[in-house]
């Protein structure tokens, strides 16, 4: 099937949670003009609270797959 | 070092509420801060239509605009139930179009456009029964993760417009103060 853009959805079903990246990236993007004084360290903020996210998500996904073997050898 | 303003005139704060509403991002840009405006404006544009891009035109799904053949489906629905639901039930029943709602008037010409969108010419219609090819469906829905991708990017954008709205009137209104 032809990817439409708009009418079709996106043939991403294997990668979907690599779409989260650019999502928490615009997330810290807006947060931190809406947080920071001066514009000129939104970049250096956004970063590190990007890092931030992507890192929480990645340790709290490992730790609930951890959980979820454990659950299943039982 | 502050990108503040250097306007002597700042407008009232309902108004760059609504103008940031109007517009993602335009609200700073009123009040003069015009970096502020155009980062927070493209990236929440960036994540709607991103988000319309993942999972099709019709993950912006209000209650109240529907295509002739969701109108039939829950017209059929409310007399075999014999359950009719008032405006806010049924908002509650799709609590997403909240937020997507918040991104602006681009969410709700996007529902619009997604419930009167015509089937391209290649693809034949898919559906068999006769009253749903006769009524018109609009753009398809998608499902699975992409449909909740592309749900939670324009629910997102909107929300983090409100974020843009309540700061941009928040500045306006500590401009007047001054």
Known sequence: ?74 | MSSAPERSYSPPAPLVALVAWLIPGAGYLLIGQRARGLTVGITILCLFIGGLLIGGIRVIDSPWIESPAQTAERLRREEISKVHLNPLQSLLQKPWFIGQALAGPIALIANKIGVSWERPAATPPAATDRDSATLREGAPFSHSRVYEIGTLYTAVAGMLNLLAIIDSAYRASNQNQR
């Open chain 1, 1 to 74: 099937m032809s990817y439409t853009p708009f009418w079709n959805p996106l043939p991403v079903w294997q990668y979907w949670y690599l779409l989260l990246i650019p999502l928490s990236l615009g997330i810290s993007i807006v947060y931190k003009c809406v947080k920071c004084h001066s514009m000129k360290s939104v970049p250096r903020e956004a970063a590190v609270i990007f890092m931030t996210i992507i890192i929480g998500m990645v340790l709290a996904a490992a730790a609930l797959m951890g959980v979820t073997r454990l659950l299943e050898q039982r």
